[in-house]
């Protein structure tokens, strides 16, 4: 059975019609930049040694093991978005109201592996969605984590934490310790999961390296506490970096990687930046960019150095989401509560879309309508929904 089918019980879908209004009337529009000037260099290498050591150690557990053993219920979404929505979940009610851990980034096995045997990934089709965990409600960001959630109607509506961690120590005694980003955008290609890292570019890991670990200690130990027991916030599993893909500019100004998204399409992972028109503190204040870098031919890794192949400066602001797919742009801004569509015949159009929105993911469909993958940000509102993109693209 299809998952798109499987609506939790208890959702509801948004009475408010979408209302688009277009670019005729003078509304700004992307323009394009130098794409020669946005670089990457790549290294999936970095910590063979420590992950052979720690694998070695710790043993692994496939996806599906981890999707065995998923122990939180998702539920079904009761919030008025105020758009319309095809179908979607939210995450228990622990998760939903948790001050210190904030839903950023979103994927799927559809990004993972296309259309092919329904986009099921080691037998199971999945949203994954990154988060990033504060010490306290006020405190500032400690870690970050990936959460899988089953999409099928094979399996329970259930879903598992996994800890994102970076390999330390040494091969004789390995080790690992927390990823203290913002994981403000995910994308999975292949068996690969890149995690954007705001200031670097993104963070990689294998998602057949998943390690088991012991529960039990406290909240607050990570990391190795004897020769076969390793903690991890009580996290029985650990998803550990394996390299990085870090970014670099000509044109003076570093980009800031607030989101990214898989294009299937041309191979690419497109990037934005979340910026402020003026009077921000803790983000730029300047127009963001938009940019294209295309993975390695025939690959889901980018070569060990890698050339833009589209980059645009944008006239729109705070933006936490962005997606490309044939040729086609969308920009989710939390700031207007818009989402941007545009692509360059055409020009830019403007949407409503719901608040506190956050990143986006294209789902193709070779039998259904392909959609379009959002979440919501705010405590007690954790939605994480999908629309038609064709209601949505002009």
């Not at 259904?368 to 994480?384: K, Y």
Request: proline share 4%.
């Amino acid at each position: 059975m299809r998952a798109i089918a499987v609506l939790a019980a208890g959702a509801t879908v948004a009475a408010t019609l979408l209302t688009a209004t277009t670019s005729a009337s003078a509304a700004a529009a992307p323009t394009a930049l130098p794409a020669g000037q946005f670089t990457l260099s790549a290294n999936y290498h970095q910590f063979d040694a420590l992950n052979t050591a720690l694998v070695s150690t710790l043993g692994t557990a496939a996806v599906h093991t981890v999707m065995d053993n998923a122990n939180h219920d998702r539920t079904g979404i009761t919030d008025s978005l105020g758009i319309s929505y095809e179908t979607g979940f939210s995450f228990d009610s622990g998760d939903d109201n948790d001050c210190t851990n904030f839903p950023q980034g979103i994927t799927t096995s559809r990004d993972a592996i296309g259309t092919a045997n329904s986009g099921n990934y080691d037998g199971h089709q999945l949203i994954l969605v990154s988060w990033y965990t504060k010490d306290g409600c006020d405190g500032a960001s400690s870690r970050s984590r990936i959460t899988l959630v089953d999409w099928d109607a094979t399996y329970p509506n259930k879903y598992r934490k996994i800890l994102l961690v970076e390999p330390t120590g040494t091969t004789a005694a390995p080790d690992f310790k927390d990823i203290k980003v913002h994981a403000g955008g995910v994308s999975w290609f292949g068996d690969y999961l890149y995690v954007a890292d705001t200031g670097r570019g993104m963070r990689v890991f294998d998602m057949r390296k998943i390690l088991k670990t012991s529960t039990g200690g406290t909240a607050a130990q990570i990391g190795r506490q004897s020769a076969t027991t390793y903690y991890a916030h009580n996290y029985a599993y650990v998803l550990p970096q394996i390299g990085t893909v870090t970014a670099a500019t000509t044109s003076g100004t570093n980009l800031a990687w607030s989101s990214i998204s898989l294009d299937r399409v041309s191979r690419s992972i497109v990037m934005t930046e979340y910026t402020c028109s003026s009077g921000c503190t803790d983000y730029p204040n300047r127009a963001p960019r938009a940019v294209r870098f295309p993975f390695a031919s025939g690959a889901t890794t980018f070569a060990a150095s890698t050339t833009a192949t589209q980059a645009l400066q944008l006239p729109w602001y705070k933006l936490n989401g962005v997606a490309s797919h044939n040729g086609r742009w969308w920009f989710n801004s939390s700031g207007s509560k818009q989402l941007y569509y545009w692509t360059p015949s055409a020009g830019p159009h403007t949407y409503a879309w719901v608040s506190g929105g956050e990143s986006i993911s294209y789902w193709e469909d070779a039998a259904e309508a392909d959609l379009l993958w959002s979440l919501q940000e705010p405590i007690g509102h954790r939605n994480v929904f999908a629309v038609k993109q064709a209601n949505y693209d002009g």
